[in-house]
């Protein structure tokens, strides 16, 4: 049964990407092109998802909308594993009053649920794309800090650790070249949720207004104007969320799988 999740996981992503990568191509229509005369007008020849309240089409913007998902994801998640892998590393090969500073203030950045951290600093700040992905990144890397300093407190006891280090290999070339690649699987596990992750919280802010500008083709901001008007037009709330359903249990898939291709004996 995991085999086939992984599978469709992996099969839901590519689609979604391709998408992203291609929206240009694949949208039929321009995203921002008004049409009032078709405004809360569902489904039909040609406009497969209907229109929103402006007269747009919600297929071409939901299209549209893969790219700032997938953009802010992959952005957010980098930027945090970067910043976190390298932290990990340093703190839990370090030791000492190092790795004691990085647990408190790591323990200070888990204290707040990420929702809640993420929409107050919103508050202080313009909504822009920029913006979500430095607030998301603001806390996004504790995850990926902890987990590594984790399996590097494991690690470094390890006899091809203290091998290297009897014949004087540098530290970083420890870090680099015998830590990182041996705690690799664990990593990519987490950042695959984390995507799931940081689609979710960037919905979140951008249907509470405080995510990307307005006029920007999100996902989370098209079921923002859907709830205005459910009764006269409920299939602009409805698309935009079963993609968000799509690509979230997409990530969650693909997690799911690389956990136990990549630690068989989680079995």
Not at 82 to 95: D, E, H, P, Q, T
Request: aromatic residues 14%; glycine residues 10%.
């Amino acid at each position: 049964m995991r085999i086939w999740t992984f599978k469709i996981g992996a099969i839901l992503i590519c689609v979604l990407v391709l998408i992203a990568i291609f929206a240009p191509l694949i949208a039929p229509h321009d995203p921002n092109e008004y049409n009032l005369a078709l405004k809360f007008a569902g489904p039909h020849s040609g406009f497969w998802f209907g229109h929103d309240a402006d007269g747009r089409d919600i297929l071409s913007r939901i299209i549209y909308g893969a790219r700032i998902s997938f953009g802010i994801g992959v952005l957010v998640v980098g930027i945090s594993l970067l910043i976190g892998c390298a932290l990990g590393l340093i703190a839990g090969y370090s030791g000492g009053w190092v790795d004691q500073f990085f647990l408190f203030v790591s323990d200070v950045f888990l204290a707040f649920p990420s929702f809640l951290f993420a929409l107050a600093v919103a508050a202080f700040l313009e909504p822009s794309i920029v913006s979500v992905i430095f607030i998301l990144s603001l806390k996004g890397w504790v995850t990926y800090a902890r987990l590594v300093r984790a399996q590097t407190l494991t690690l470094k006891h390890r006899e091809f650790i203290l091998a290297g280090k009897a014949i004087g290999v540098s530290r970083w070339r420890i870090y680099f070249r015998h830590l990182m690649p041996n705690m690799i699987g664990p990593v990519l596990v987490n950042a695959s949720f984390g995507m799931a992750g940081v689609i979710m919280i960037e919905s979140a802010l951008s249907f509470l207004g405080v995510g990307v500008p307005v006029n920007t083709p999100s996902w989370g901001a098209m079921i923002d104007q859907g709830t205005q008007y459910l009764l006269i037009a409920p299939h602009m709330s409805i698309f935009p969320g079963i993609f968000i359903m799509l690509i979230v249990l997409g990530f969650n898939f693909l997690g799911d799988g690389l956990r136990d291709k990549l630690a068989p004996r989680g079995k």
